[in-house]
């Protein structure tokens, strides 16, 4: 059984950085064809694609946040890190990391997804 | 970056009607496309995967359509557990997009 949890902080100021973790368990993330993306989810808003990372440590971003994000993976503990800097209200939103396995064309769809976590960028 | 539409933005049916959603990609995405099914508090699960692939666990009350830049997401019979928000997402390149959303009421 395939499950993700996310954790960090609740409340960051403005111009901070955020980091948040995904630690996972029932998969590898060094096996082929397997990736762990990062959805945000403002309040009352549509889902929002962040970043994925592949198991063979390629790394994708979405293009209007690119500059300010980086995806890591440490495989030996299960987890994967995403670092967001310089936040600001408008990225006050819940933050879920996904699963994506194996496809055929290297299709990406994200299934399981952690709980998701609450994130409130005011000072 | 491909723009998903989806429609309408909110959909209230009787409980055992048909329920049809509409995504429209903003270019040819083959049948690169996933369903979501969001509740509010829970993380979104997903249904459908390449446009009509009913994930394993699914009710087959939920089925997708389509190819290319039209796709459907049908709910046959409408049940109170499926109030919720549905979002469609293109895989056919990055950046993965998603639509909207529509939201399910129960009438």
């Known amino acids: 059984q395939i499950t993700l949890k996310e954790s960090g902080p609740t409340l960051v100021k403005p111009t901070q950085t955020l980091t948040l973790t995904c630690t996972f368990s029932?998969?590898?993330?060094?096996?082929?064809?397997?990736?762990v993306g990062w959805i945000r989810q403002p309040p009352g808003k549509a889902l929002e694609w962040l970043a994925l990372?592949?198991?063979?440590?390629?790394?994708r971003y979405s293009p209007s946040l690119k500059s300010r994000l980086t995806i890591t993976k440490d495989t030996s503990r299960n987890q994967v890190v995403l670092t967001m800097t310089s936040m600001d209200p408008v990225d006050t939103a819940t933050y879920f990391c996904?699963?994506?396995?194996?496809?055929?064309?290297?299709?990406?769809?994200?299934?399981?997804w952690g709980p998701g976590t609450l994130v409130t960028v005011s000072s | 970056d491909i723009l998903m539409t989806q429609s309408p933005s909110s959909l209230s049916a009787s409980v055992g009607d048909r329920a049809t959603i509409t995504c429209r990609a903003s270019q040819n995405i083959a049948r690169y496309l996933n369903w979501y099914q969001h509740k509010p508090g829970k993380a979104p699960k997903l249904l459908i995967f390449a446009a009509s692939t009913l994930q394993s666990g699914v009710t087959s009350r939920f089925s997708g359509a389509g190819s290319g830049t039209d796709f459907t997401l049908t709910i046959s019979s409408l049940q109170p557990e499926d109030i919720a928000t549905y979002y469609c997402?293109?895989?056919?390149?990055?950046?993965?997009?998603f639509g909207g959303g529509t939201k399910v009421e129960i009438k």
């Open positions: 029932g998969f590898s993330l060094t096996t082929s064809g397997v990736s």
């Open positions: 990372i592949y198991w063979n440590d390629d790394k």
């Open positions: 997402q293109q895989s056919y390149n990055i950046p993965l997009t």
């Open positions: 996904a699963h994506s396995g194996p496809s055929r064309n290297n299709s990406v769809w994200f299934d399981p």
